[in-house]
């Protein structure tokens, strides 16, 4: 990754970080040729350098977006819910 292309990853986290409440999506979606493993690799750089900082908030909100980009790029694997799929079984027995 260029430094150049880390430095625009850093300046839209920054507008992440900015933006009023809700209105994330539309900050990503001005960006779109940005959304991609690196982006989501830099928001955990990010939030990891927050919370050793101390700066649980920023952290968390980082985490979750990195989170959410990664399910929708596929790169989080849907780990089904074996707890109630087996309560749901053993209540029919």
Same mark, same amino acid.
């Given at each position: 990754?260029?430094?150049?292309?880390?430095?625009? #990853?850093?300046?839209?986290?920054?507008?992440? &970080?900015?933006?009023?409440?809700? %209105?994330?999506? %539309?900050? &990503?979606?001005? $960006?779109?040729?940005?959304?991609?493993?690196?982006?989501? %690799?830099?928001?955990?750089?990010? =939030?990891?350098?927050?919370?050793?900082?101390?700066? %649980?908030?920023?952290? $968390?909100? &980082?985490?979750?977006? =990195?989170?959410?980009? =990664?399910?929708?790029?596929?790169? #989080?694997?849907?780990?089904?819910?074996?707890?109630?799929? *087996?309560?749901?079984?053993? *209540?029919?027995?």
């Amino acid at each position: 990754m260029s430094e150049q292309r880390q430095q625009l #990853y850093f300046n839209l986290i920054d507008e992440l &970080l900015k933006c009023p409440n809700g %209105q994330e999506p %539309q900050v &990503l979606e001005s $960006k779109p040729e940005l959304i991609d493993s690196d982006f989501v %690799q830099a928001m955990l750089q990010v =939030a990891t350098m927050f919370a050793h900082e101390g700066n %649980q908030d920023g952290a $968390k909100f &980082l985490f979750f977006v =990195a989170r959410e980009l =990664a399910k929708e790029l596929g790169l #989080y694997p849907e780990v089904p819910n074996t707890d109630v799929e *087996n309560t749901e079984v053993a *209540n029919k027995e």
